[in-house]
């Protein structure tokens, strides 16, 4: 089987299945397990992802409104890799290629790959799109024993925290400039973790709120800055376009020394296994009196 992966959370879900040697081709953002950087890469962004926040923000709503993709394929790559076994997605025009490209893309093709397509809005979606992607390639067991790993993880995290009398008020940031409260599996996982998101929307995008009468007047005990796309230094680094607005001393997560940057890349924005590390990582941080600390490289406190 040749596989291309069309985003980072399909990749890092084959190399989970054992299907790794089978990866030809992937995106520029394939970056877990570190062996997915030695594939082909036959997508890249159109947007200078090295920009701030909020320059980033402008180029992808000039480039939506102006009919324009966000990623571009690498069609003489794509071709050369001789996919017969692609996964992408049709859930998020910022996060991956339209699934109609690359429908389009795989037409041209000599033979006709075999497509799946992954849309997931909860953590329970995810779960069984690796059931789904192990199916189709045929490593059933395997997903099945990693679906079921994954699921009593989860669990030992619920059970804990259920065990506990207080449920912070937790704010996760999944956009900076503008403020993007974390939509999807966020707030499930926030609720599995031990906490309340009175701002984000469980299953659906996230949208931004204005700073004054969302997050400000939700006044959360917990701040988690998890920008999409973002790993742990490059979260930190935006902190302070944060720390500007008016009343943000007055938090009472700031307060109290509990804002935190995450390395949301790897463990909130894609829809893979690492999720639950996610679900792990905000436990020890909403409740540190339960759970250990959160491992180096994955959070760091800010204030």
Excluded at 193 to 218: S, T
Excluded at 235 to 263: H, I, Q, S, T
Aim: a negative charge.
């Amino acid at each position: 089987m040749r596989i291309c992966s069309l985003l980072p959370s399909a990749t890092e879900i084959a190399f989970a299945l054992g299907l790794g040697d089978e990866v030809v081709a992937v995106t520029h953002e394939c970056d877990y397990p570190p062996e997915a950087r030695q594939r082909r890469v036959v997508v890249k962004s159109a947007v200078d992802s090295a920009a701030d926040s909020a320059a980033i923000d402008r180029a992808v709503r000039e480039r939506v409104q102006a009919g324009r993709g966000l990623y571009a394929l690498d069609h003489q790559g794509f071709r050369a890799a001789q996919p017969d076994f692609i996964i992408t997605q049709d859930l998020c025009e910022v996060c991956a290629l339209d699934l109609s490209e690359v429908e389009r893309a795989a037409d041209a093709l000599p033979h006709k790959p075999k497509i799946v397509s992954l849309a997931p809005s909860t953590l329970g979606d995810v779960l069984d799109d690796i059931a789904r992607v192990g199916a189709a390639a045929g490593r059933e067991a395997a997903a099945g024993a990693l679906v079921s790993d994954l699921r009593a993880r989860i669990e030992r995290v619920r059970e804990l925290t259920s065990r506990s009398d207080t449920r912070p008020r937790v704010a996760c940031v999944e956009w900076i400039e503008p403020i993007y409260p974390a939509g999807h599996w966020v707030p499930e996982m926030v609720e599995i973790a031990g906490g309340i998101d009175g701002l984000g929307r469980k299953g659906a995008p996230a949208k931004p709120v204005p700073w004054e009468n969302a997050l400000r007047a939700y006044a959360p005990e917990v701040v988690v800055l998890m920008p999409c796309g973002f790993g742990l230094e490059r979260a930190a680094a935006e902190a302070p376009a944060l720390a500007r607005l008016a009343g943000w001393r007055d938090l009472p997560a700031v307060k109290a020394g509990r804002v935190f940057a995450v390395n949301g890349s790897a463990y909130f924005n894609r829809p893979g296994p690492r999720l639950v590390d996610g679900v792990e990582i905000l436990a020890a941080l909403i409740h540190p009196e339960i759970f250990p600390p959160a491992a180096s490289g994955a959070a760091r406190r800010l204030a």
